[in-house]
């Protein structure tokens, strides 16, 4: 399950973002399963973009496929 915590003025909140998904369906390497590299979070205006890879039952192409999402932050006030 991929989350992201918000903290505006000292509370926190999370939120769900993607998944869950099964680490077992990834592949298989010599450390064990894996889903790749293949991660970022950036800052953009009112919240931040993800990139992430999941395994099966969200990967549809392959074992393992690259997501991305918008976060958007509550406006404070």
Known sequence: MVRVVVRPRHHWHASVIAGPFDLHTAALTREGDFVGDYEGLEAVPGGFVALYA????????????????????????
């Open 54 to 77: 999941m395994a099966k039952p969200e990967a549809k192409l392959g074992a393992t496929d690259v997501f991305f999402s918008r976060i958007t932050l509550p406006r404070e006030g």
